[in-house]
């Protein structure tokens, strides 16, 4: 008996180190950071463009200009020659590898890919045999990997759409991931009715800017929360109410709401349900924790703890990035429902200075990069 418990408890202890050893064998893999490598030659054939490349991860600083092939598109592509591009957070954690479990799948050690940037605006270049949906000419706004360059191909089905006439293609660029976050976590996740409370946490930033005047337009009584500098930029994008984060915190308040949009992820799961209605929602979109390991991953970790003993909603969001939602969006912008709120914009070589600017956190609406000139 006492002969087969020292077994047991040696196989425990020996599976105990195993587990061990795999977890740090994990850890040392996604935390290790390879040094930068030199691109391939660019321009053979005459066929070459300027584009932003990043060959190992790091600060903006490995952010740099190459000359490198134009992409081709296939049958089913569109090649888009573009204008204007803008910033958003995952690109910095693209460039960083932060936090570091996302390696898994942008590459050990050095990214997989060498192209960066998302949010797009153009026009139509060249389009593959079996486009039907797009003419060379159109002007179109979009998500597609690698936005901080001259050219970029997209999927016709994928998440590309013509730019509303009434938009400069800085402003269209503004959209697509920011507006798109903003109007799945309102419509979708938190299922945002006419009359309904809405507190917008991180109301100036790049997806706050939108998610005000999305509420807006689905009909809520809108609060937004920002800095003392910020209360006039949301009060002129339609904000009811404005809180100064600086001085009070809405979770001290007596209001309750139907529905928080949580950009940045400062308060507790706790705090942020005594200020929500019984059948309320939190959606969490993002965080302000810079945290290497998990980073923005502890705010959803913290709630699913808190999520089954309450009756409040807790929801998490990815944004799909999809070709319906991007029309919607272009509809409002036609109909001056939504309008892009475009703090800074930098020319394609100065990217690093531009992603280096949005990482701080203090961007008041979107940063835009002008791929040609000034993308009007
Ligand atoms: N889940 C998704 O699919 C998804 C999609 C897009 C973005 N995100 C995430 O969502 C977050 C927001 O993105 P973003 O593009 O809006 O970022 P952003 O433009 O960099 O946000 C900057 C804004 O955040 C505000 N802010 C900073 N600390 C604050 C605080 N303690 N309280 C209230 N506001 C504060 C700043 O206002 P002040 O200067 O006044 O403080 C600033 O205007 C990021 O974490 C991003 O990674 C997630």
């Not at 992409?71 to 569109?78: H, L, Q, R, Y």
């Not at 942008?106 to 192209?115: A, E, F």
């Not at 917008?200 to 790049?206: A, E, F, H, R, Y």
């Not at 400062?266 to 993002?286: C, I, N």
Request: hydrophobic share 45%; net charge positive; aromatic share 6%.
């Amino acid at each position: 008996m006492k002969s087969s418990s020292i077994i047991l408890k040696r196989i425990l202890l020996g599976l105990s180190g195993v587990l061990l050893l795999a977890l740090l064998s994990l850890g040392f893999a996604v935390s290790y950071t390879a040094g930068c490598v030199a691109g391939p030659p660019g321009e053979r054939h005459g066929t070459g463009m300027q584009a932003i490349r990043y060959r190992c991860y790091g600060d903006p600083s490995v952010l740099r200009l190459e000359t490198v092939d134009r992409p081709v598109p296939a049958a089913d592509e569109v090649l888009v020659r573009v204008h204007a591009a803008s910033i958003n957070p995952l690109d910095w954690h693209f460039v960083r590898g932060e936090p570091y479990l996302m390696r898994l799948d942008s590459g050990l050690g050095r990214p997989d890919d060498p192209r960066v940037g998302v949010d797009f605006a153009g026009t139509v270049e060249a389009v593959g045999r079996s486009v039907t949906r797009f003419r060379v000419g159109d002007r179109v706004f979009g998500a597609a990997d690698g936005a901080f360059g001259e050219y970029l191909t997209v999927r016709e089905t994928r998440s590309v759409t013509r730019m509303p006439t009434e938009v400069t293609f800085a402003e269209a660029a503004a959209v697509p991931v920011a507006a798109l976050t903003a109007l799945q976590a309102l419509r979708d996740k938190a299922g945002v009715k006419p009359g309904q409370k809405v507190l917008i946490n991180g109301g100036s930033g790049g997806v706050g800017t939108y998610a005000i005047q999305i509420a807006k337009a689905l009909g809520a009584e809108v609060t937004g929360v920002a800095s003392t500098r910020n209360q006039d930029l949301m009060r002129s994008l339609g904000a009811d109410h404005v809180i100064d984060y600086t001085r009070v915190k809405f979770t001290d308040g007596r209001q309750r709401y139907d529905a928080i949009i949580d950009n940045v992820g400062t308060e507790s799961p706790l705090a942020l349900r005594k200020v929500l209605t019984p059948d309320g929602v939190v959606v969490m979109v993002g965080s302000t924790d810079k945290g290497v390991w998990l980073g923005p991953l502890m705010a959803p970790l913290k709630a699913m703890v808190v999520a089954p003993f309450v009756t409040q909603r807790y929801e998490m969001i990815l944004a799909a990035m999809n070709a319906a939602d991007l029309d919607t969006l272009a509809r409002m912008l036609a109909d001056g429902q939504i309008r892009s709120s475009i703090d800074r914009r930098y020319p394609l070589a100065e990217l690093p200075a531009g992603v280096a600017y949005l990482e701080r956190g203090r961007a008041r609406g979107k940063v835009v990069i002008d791929v040609i000139g000034e993308g009007k």
